[in-house]
Nanobody
């Protein structure tokens, strides 16, 4: 059974940090680029960061220098370290496996809420 389970979201003050985790089951982790996306009500889901199987990373301009994506192949888990959080980072964060940049492809987790309060 293919499953992605996110954790680590919560409420944090401006300037604070959170670390999101996404544990993958099945065979979807090892052969796929993994990514984090986020979505706020009324807006399209947007890319936050991706990491290839070889460890090459890509970030949205809005999070460069503040967020770091990493993966543990041994644990089939992808992480998103978020530092210097801003109110505009408030969103539901989703983990994605595979599917390239196409939102209708790949596998998605259920999402975890991140709220940055000022």
């Amino acid at each position: 059974q293919v499953q992605l389970v996110e954790s680590g979201g919560g409420l944090v003050q401006v300037g604070g940090s959170l670390r999101l985790s996404c544990a993958a089951s099945g065979s979807i982790f090892s052969g796929n680029t993994m990514g984090w996306y986020r979505q706020t009500p009324g807006k399209q889901r947007e890319l936050v960061a991706t990491i290839t199987t070889g460890g090459i990373t890509n970030y949205a301009d809005s999070v460069k220098g503040r967020f770091t994506i990493s993966r543990s192949n041994a644990k089939s888990t992808v992480y998103l370290q978020m530092n210097s959080l801003k109110p505009e980072d408030t969103a539901t964060y989703y983990c994605k496996a595979g599917g390239g940049s196409y939102l209708h492809l790949g596998y998605w987790g259920q999402g975890t809420q991140v709220t940055v309060s000022s």
